[in-house]
């Protein structure tokens, strides 16, 4: 008489066999939302205009939003694409329920690759998930603003390496000046002194005429030595102000910020036309963040 053999599973086969169970049914349950969401931009086109909302709650029993997402998450997932890590949407994601998905819709390809390889997102809950691309997001709009900073930076270091040039060329310019004017005043009294060297029954001109040429020489030579003096001043405090970059970078953002706040202006003075309330609530959020600001940079 043959004994009935009963073959013994132990706990570790019996738990391997449900996480493959439902590992293999999120994988096809992926599958059906994207079958099922080309299916429905096809018959987006064949309904007619109109009638889409109600064709989704009474043929399918579909909310429009649930719709939109399942077609989102065919575009996004759908077409068997091979990535460049050689993994289909399924094989990436394809463990990953509905609401694990949804956060991940409106990623770049590479990025969403990124967050699997680098996240273990089946473990993850859905509120996670979003959190972790809203983290993400927020990084890369930082790094987006730094790198536009850094330009605006770097425009303005240029501008003001080319204001330092214009200013050392015009500093330059104004002590050639300042050399020509004193030639110029020294080649006078050379003159007057040429005639003043004469014998006094010799000379061509009276003593009235010697003083007026005196006078003319000395107010000559004390305009082209002032108006010298002022040109190298100006081109000197020019060059101070641009030789600090620094400087020249809060001076340009500082002008952004004056540009920013009168477009605000402008703005509340439309809001006032056509909603008076809404505009002294904005202006005092905005007074206040100001002053809040100030006193920060103070």
């Not at 709009?141 to 900073?149: F, I, L, M, Q, S």
């Not at 082209?224 to 101070?240: F, I, V």
Request: some cysteine; charged content about 35%.
């Amino acid at each position: 008489m043959s004994e009935n053999v009963v073959a013994v599973r132990s706990i570790e086969i019996v738990t391997a066999e449900i996480t493959m169970i439902r590992d293999n049914a999120r994988k096809v349950f992926l599958e059906s939302v994207i079958q099922i969401g080309t299916r429905l931009e096809e018959a987006k086109q064949m309904v007619p205009q109109g009638e889409w909302t109600a064709y989704l709650t009474d043929k399918l029993g579909y909310k429009p939003s649930t719709a939109q997402n399942y077609m989102r998450i065919a575009r996004e997932f759908g077409g068997g694409q091979v990535s460049l890590t050689g993994k289909t949407a399924a094989d990436a994601f394809g463990q990953l329920s509905y609401s694990q998905i949804l956060p991940l819709l409106g990623m770049a390809e590479e990025e969403r690759e990124e967050i699997a390889e680098e996240h273990d997102l089946p473990s993850m809950s859905s509120r996670e998930i979003a959190a972790l691309v809203k983290e993400r997001d927020e990084a890369k709009a930082e790094a987006e603003k730094a790198v536009r900073e850094n330009d605006a930076a770097q425009a303005a270091l240029s501008v003001a390496e080319e204001n330092r040039g214009k200013a050392m060329r015009e500093r330059d310019e104004a002590v050639r000046n300042a050399e020509n004017a004193k030639e110029r005043a020294d080649e006078l009294q050379g003159q007057l002194d040429a005639i003043e060297d004469k014998p006094a029954e010799v000379r061509e001109l009276t003593e009235e005429e010697l003083e007026e040429i005196r006078e003319k020489v000395r107010a000559e030579n004390a305009e082209a030595a002032r108006a010298a003096e002022e040109r190298a001043k100006a081109a000197e405090e020019k060059l101070d102000k641009v030789k600090n970059p620094a400087a020249h970078k809060v001076n340009f953002l500082f002008g952004e910020v004056r540009g920013l706040v009168e477009r605000l202006e402008q703005a509340l003075a439309e809001l006032h036309q056509t909603d008076e309330a809404a505009r002294e609530k904005f202006a005092k959020v905005i007074a206040d963040w100001l002053c809040k600001e100030g006193d920060r940079l103070a």
